[in-house]
């Protein structure tokens, strides 16, 4: 398959030992995975204020994949150059084998404090006591993205 041999693919399945790299030109690396869902305000707020260019550097290209908990029954893809963000939906159901859990994205950026980058992102994750109350709860809540297609479970 073209995209298992993608550099996005590969540093997301290399280890957590490679969880974040710098280079000598300033570039860093940041994987990051969790197998909770994003609660998508929380997530709308990061996309705005901490993956914006500032201070803390910015982020030059990102990919991967991720869950958004208002859309259970969806695996999103993520795909950044610069300040565009596409946040669509993939042709895997959630409830396929094969579909990834929760949060696997890759970002590179310049002077990027991907410590930072990782706390709000942690930030934007459900919590315990929203993950107990379930995806009725989940799919109430507002939700800023784009409307994605309904999926058929046949």
């Not at 399945?13 to 690396?29: E, F, I, K, V």
């Not at 990027?112 to 009725?136: H, K, M, Q, S």
Request: aromatic content about 8%; charged content about 25%; glycine content about 8%.
């Amino acid at each position: 398959m073209l995209a298992g041999s993608a550099g996005w693919m590969r540093a997301l399945s290399t280890g957590a030992d490679d969880a974040h790299r710098q280079s000598a030109d300033g570039l860093t690396a940041l994987c990051y995975r969790d197998p909770l869902p994003f609660h998508p305000s929380r997530l709308a707020d990061v996309v705005e204020h901490d993956l914006a260019a500032g201070p803390d550097g910015r982020v030059l290209r990102s990919r991967g994949f991720f869950r958004l908990a208002s859309r259970p029954d969806h695996v999103g893809s993520w795909s950044s150059v610069g300040a565009m963000l596409a946040l669509d939906p993939t042709a895997n159901p959630s409830w396929d084998e094969d579909a990834p859990i929760g949060q696997s994205l890759w970002f590179v950026g310049e002077d990027l404090d991907a410590d930072r980058v990782t706390r709000a992102l942690d930030g934007a994750l459900i919590t315990p006591d929203e993950l107990l109350a379930g995806p009725d709860l989940w799919r109430a809540w507002a939700d800023p993205f784009p409307v994605w297609p309904v999926l058929d479970r046949d």
